[in-house]
């Protein structure tokens, strides 16, 4: 298996992971060769399909929408955890997303991430754009089309910012 060296190193920072991650699924959905679907890393078919890390993997590291890939594509293992540590927080799950990274989430944090992810946990899996499931029938419910419920994950993505953002994570 040929590795994706990646075009640029990623950030450390939890915080700036989730932000670029957003920012480049912002560029996805605005590129019409790609269709967001979080149940895919970044696999062409058509339009190439990316989740919220496949979205970094095509606008930040350089994978060409006919390449397909995953985390471990990539040719250090830097950016494969972190990759990964995306994957988790998209889902809310801040203490995996440490895990991922071989990383202990600071020991004054842990009581509020525990409560944040309780806070946040109806929403926590949420496919993509033209999938978007029915994993979490407590939250679907309530959303009427697929934009609707993209823009609410949007803001719950937002507050997870925010959360990590305010305690220096």
Known sequence: MTRITPKQKLPDKMSELLTIAMLDLEKAENTPRYTIDMSAWHEPNGHCRVCLAGSVMAMRLGVEDTVSATPGSMADADTRR???????LRCGDIRSAYSV?????????????DEKNNLLAP???????????????????????????????????????????????
């Open 82 to 88: 972190k990759l990964s540590a995306i994957n988790s």
């Open 101 to 113: 990274m071989n990383k202990s989430l600071p020991l004054q944090f842990q009581k509020l991430v």
């Open 123 to 169: 929403m926590r899996f949420v496919p993509g754009v033209d999938s978007w499931g029915d994993e979490n029938t407590d939250f679907l419910d309530r959303m009427s089309d697929s934009k609707s419920r993209r823009e609410e994950w949007k803001l719950y993505m937002a507050d997870m910012i925010g959360i990590l953002e305010a305690e220096g994570l």
